[in-house]
């Protein structure tokens, strides 16, 4: 993992108790900006992945849902023969 010279809050500076902004040292413009492009690469790469997911489950589950609705439509049509059967069973 590329670290860019980054240190983590706990090795930046020790906790004083109070929640006051610092400000961040000993960064150059060009490495925040070269980090901060590689994040938005990383996000709208990320973005781009969670469409896919999401397409790909919708796909799947509609062809779930053409799947159950074809067998109930042969479950019915299937009850239906039976029934004509059983009726033609009784008259002969």
Same mark, same amino acid.
Request: glycine share 8%; proline share 2%; with cysteine.
């Given at each position: 993992?590329?670290?860019?010279? @980054?240190? !983590?809050?706990?090795? #930046? %500076?020790?906790?004083?108790?109070?929640? /006051?902004?610092?400000? $961040?040292?000993?960064?150059?413009? #060009?490495?925040? /900006? *070269?980090?901060? %492009? *590689?994040? %938005?690469? &990383?996000? &709208?790469?990320?973005?781009?992945?969670? !469409?896919? $997911? $999401? +397409? #790909?489950?919708?796909?799947? +589950? !509609?062809?779930?849902?053409?799947?159950?609705?074809?067998? +109930?439509?042969?479950? /019915? &049509? /299937?009850?239906?023969? @039976?029934? #004509?059967?059983?009726?033609? $069973?009784?008259?002969?």
């Amino acid at each position: 993992m590329l670290s860019f010279g @980054l240190k !983590s809050a706990a090795e #930046a %500076a020790p906790n004083t108790g109070e929640d /006051q902004y610092e400000p $961040v040292t000993g960064l150059d413009q #060009a490495t925040v /900006q *070269c980090v901060r %492009a *590689c994040e %938005a690469e &990383a996000a &709208a790469k990320t973005a781009s992945d969670y !469409s896919h $997911v $999401v +397409w #790909a489950y919708g796909v799947i +589950w !509609s062809l779930f849902a053409i799947y159950g609705v074809t067998l +109930w439509r042969r479950g /019915q &049509a /299937q009850r239906a023969d @039976l029934d #004509a059967l059983r009726r033609r $069973v009784e008259r002969g």
